[in-house]
């Protein structure tokens, strides 16, 4: 192959496509998806319900209930729509904040530790 052919095979060459990201809503970026019956996910519900009272509105971490989803696997929540599949793959409870993803059953402390170092280090608590 002729260098002239080289050349004009590296311009010409398609760039290579974009990875696909899932696209969330800044006023969608902080969940917890949880379930009834889920002892995990009660834990954290009171969590982010105490930590929200310090948060002001437009950063509250939005609670979802994917009861339906985790039953009969209707998406009935926007969010469940794109992260259905990881929620099966990981399980409940499922807090997304601010891109970092933490699922499963960690204990209390662990868990308001995690939160309340996130929210710190970004100087949201009042």
């Not at 105490?50 to 950063?59: G, H, M, Q, V, W």
């Not at 059953?105 to 710190?120: P, V």
Request: hydrophobic fraction near 35%; proline fraction near 6%; aromatic fraction near 12%.
């Amino acid at each position: 192959m002729s260098l002239s052919n080289i050349i004009k095979s590296i311009f010409t060459k398609e760039p290579p496509k974009p990875v696909k990201k899932v696209y969330v809503a800044e006023s969608q970026r902080r969940f917890l998806i949880t379930r009834q019956g889920c002892p995990y996910c009660a834990k954290w519900t009171g969590i982010i319900s105490r930590i929200n009272t310090k948060l002001e509105p437009s950063r509250m971490i939005h609670l979802i209930d994917a009861t339906l989803f985790y039953k009969f696997g209707i998406p009935d929540h926007p969010i469940l729509e794109r992260f259905g599949k990881q929620i099966e793959d990981t399980g409940f409870p499922y807090l997304y904040i601010d891109g970092i993803l933490r699922s499963g059953a960690f204990l209390k402390e662990e868990n308001e530790g995690f939160l309340l170092g996130i929210l710190s280090a970004k100087g949201e608590l009042t």
